[in-house]
Nanobody, 123 residues
């Protein structure tokens, strides 16, 4: 059984920082890309960032470039450091893993998803 568990969400003022963590279990993820997505109320789930299995390849959506950093400690743990947070970053953040090679921003590219962690940025 594959499980992804996110943690680290919370309430923060604009300009503040949060660090999200995602722990994977159930199978070996060393060769797989992991990503972060978010979904705000009434909106579709959107890509935030992704990192390849080696950590050498990353991708970010334009709205978070320069503010968010995705990193990977090992095969099973991925992080999202979020700095200079804005109210528009408010959403439920999801961790995901794909069994496919490479990086994609598409929701359908990813095979397993966590339950999400709420991030709320107050103005």
């Amino acid at each position: 059984q594959v499980q992804l568990v996110e943690s680290g969400g919370g309430l923060v003022q604009a300009g503040g920082s949060l660090r999200l963590s995602c722990a994977a279990s159930g199978r070996t993820f060393s060769a797989y890309t992991m990503g972060w997505f978010r979904q705000a109320p009434g909106k579709e789930r959107e890509f935030v960032a992704a990192i390849t299995w080696s950590g050498g390849g990353t991708d970010y959506t334009d709205s978070v470039k320069g503010r968010f950093t995705i990193s990977r400690e090992n095969a099973e743990n991925v992080y999202l450091q979020m700095n200079s947070l804005k109210p528009e970053d408010t959403a439920v953040y999801y961790c995901a893993v794909t069994l496919r090679a490479g990086i994609s921003r598409g929701v359908s590219w990813y095979n397993y998803w966590g339950q999400g962690t709420q991030v709320t940025v107050s103005s």
